[in-house]
């Protein structure tokens, strides 16, 4: 699945890069190899373990990356 949206212009929260994308909880979890509860958790401010937010934000950046990118393009 190609998971990039090149109209982000400021640091989006996980849940709107997620609804942007069209993607559920389960689907992102499932992309990025995380539970849906761990999704969940970031989504509601919660701490989760340390692997699992690495995931998260490892996903995040490279959205924004790419996002950038093809603004440059």
Do not use: C, Y
């Amino acid at each position: 699945m190609r998971t990039e949206h090149p109209e982000f212009r400021e640091q989006p929260s996980l849940r709107t890069l997620r609804e942007a994308f069209g993607m559920s909880q389960s689907s992102l979890a499932d992309e990025i190899g995380v539970s849906q509860g761990h999704v969940s958790a970031v989504e509601n401010g919660r701490s989760v373990i340390d692997w699992a937010q690495k995931a998260i934000d490892g996903w995040m950046e490279r959205q924004h990356a790419l996002a950038s990118k093809d603004k440059t393009a």
